[in-house]
Every structure is written in C-alpha cells, then in structure tokens.
C-alpha cells in the first residue's frame, strides 16, 4: 500500500514511501513537535507569576495598554470617552478543590503551544514538503514566516482588542442591578483561551482562502459575490464583542477582518491568473 507523498533521495530522486514509512515519518514529527510544546510549557511554567497575572489577567487590569491608547484614540477623534475602558475589575473565584491546579496546567500547555507555534508549523511543513513539485516549492518560499507571522498578530490582536472588549461587556453586562457579577476563574480562561487562539487562527485566512484556490475549491468571484454576507457576518460579530452601539469600536474590531478576507480575493485572483498563464503555455 502506498500513499501520493514521497521522500527524496540523496540524487534528488523521489522513491515512494510505504504506509507504515510515512507512519514513522509523522511520529517523529510530531514527537519533536510535543518536546518544543514541552519546553515552551516548562518556561511559562517557570515564569508563572509574570504570565499569569501579568498576561492572561492583564485585561482585568485598569493599567492595561489598551485601555490607555483607546483612550487617548478616541479624544484624538474627538469623541469623548466613548472608547474609553477601565477594565473588567470583577472579582474571581475557584468553586472546586483542584480548579486552579487545572487551570495552571491548560495555561501552560497553552502558552506551550503558542510559543512553539513556529516551530510546530516547521515540523508539518517538513512532512506536507517533500509531496510538492519544485515548481509549488518556488511559490512557497517564505511560509513558515507568513504562517507564524499571522498567528502571532492575529493572536496579539485577540489579547489587545478582542478580549479587552469581550470582557468589558460582560463584566457591565446585568439583567438586574442587584445581580453580581463575579466569575469563576475557569470560566474566565476558558473565554480567553479561544478568544486568542481563535483570532490567531482567523488571521490564517488569507493562506487558507490561497491553498483552497490552489485546489480549486474556492475563486476570486466567487469570493466577491459572498462578499456583502461576509461583511454582514464580520460587522455582527464586532457589534457582539464591542461594550456599545458606537461605530469607531465596532470598526476597530472588524476592519482587520475585512483586510484578511480583501487580501485573500487578492490572493485566489493571483492564483487565477497564474494557473490561467500555465494552461496558456500547455497549449503553446
């Protein structure tokens, strides 16, 4: 049995690789990818203190640098204090014997797997690598770079912008005045947790919408006729996440939105021209 992946020989010569063969390959990749999730565990581990009531309790704070810059943005337009925030300021609490163990280890599993994000991408492009032809190679220089450089800004966006926002309209957020808000601290990690990790993810938009146009599951027009429900979709979501009715924090939130799925129509056009350019020289 036999898979469409192959490894290169020392002449540059590809030998089909057995089932069991690509097996073996993907269990090294993804053991060395589990020792750097490890190491990146181990330090947020070590510097637990600074990350957790530094890092993920930062929106919580009223000195965090969103709050402050907002602030200032919006007496910059002119507007007030309309985007002015102060932080969350609600009290947390652990409501189980071992909450708060289990909590420390999913915060560093997960800043683990952020810190090696680079590396773990690496080690499944060393796997997908060697299936591709060296024309799609040439057309993939510099990927490791544009994965984790999305994943990181769009993760620093979900800590600076999202979760500030999110956190702020729940901590305000009372069906009767008498009702208090206090969390439960996994509550509260389990709302930043996929708030970061999913906006990291969402700025992998434009490479995805690329590699769909690749295969030809997706186009350029195709893109442009969903367009007004794809603005629709990401203007409802800023309008959940942001603490008012104001349109300057709803923008804040979707405009990079609306970037990355611009950028991707670029991106499935250029794909376009590029196969169409191919087919062009077959024919000649």
Known sequence: MSLSIFKRGNNDERAEMSFIEHLDVLRSHIFRSVVAIAIGAVVVGYFNKFFIKKVLLGPTHTDFPTYGLLCKFGTFLHIGKSLCM???GVKMQSTAVATQFSMWITIVLVGGIIIAFPFIFNEFWKFVKPALTKK?????????????FLFFTGVAFGYFIIAPYTLNFFANFQLDE????????ASYIDTMIPLILGSGL?????LVVFFLAKVGVVNATYLKAIRRYAIVVIFIVAAIITPGPDVVSQMT???PLLLLYEVGIVLARRVEKEKAKEELEEWS
């Open 136 to 148: 799609e190679l040439s057309k993939t220089r510099g990927v490791i770079f544009w994965v984790s």
């Open 202 to 206: 969402a700025f992998q938009l434009p």
């Open 178 to 185: 008498n009702i208090e808000n206090r969390w439960t601290i």
């Open 253 to 255: 939130v979707a405009l």
């Open 86 to 88: 102060t932080g969350a």
